[in-house]
């Protein structure tokens, strides 16, 4: 289990295989964008190792940083089940 705060032990295999997926796809996005860390940090007013947590896929960070990020560089996510992106 990646380390987080107040993380449950619970988080389902699926769950935890989507937040990697946010994670994967914003740092993609970010790399496209020819933006470093550093960089995405600042405009979106994080920490840098905010920035390494989201794409690393790890569970403990906020929603809203990792919505953040993704809206930041126009990123979509397809979720599975749902035909959307």
Do not use: F, N
Not at 25 to 46: E, F, K, S, Y
């Amino acid at each position: 289990m990646a380390q987080g705060k107040r993380i449950s032990a619970d988080i389902a295999d699926d769950a935890l295989e989507a937040i990697r997926a946010l994670g994967a796809a914003a740092r993609q996005a970010r790399l496209a964008a020819g933006d470093g860390q550093a960089a995405a940090a600042a405009r979106l007013g994080v920490h840098v190792q905010t920035i390494g947590r989201i794409e690393s896929g790890e569970p403990g960070v906020a929603i809203g940083h990792v919505v953040g990020m993704l809206a930041l560089y126009g990123a979509t996510v397809a979720c599975p089940g749902s035909g959307a992106s």
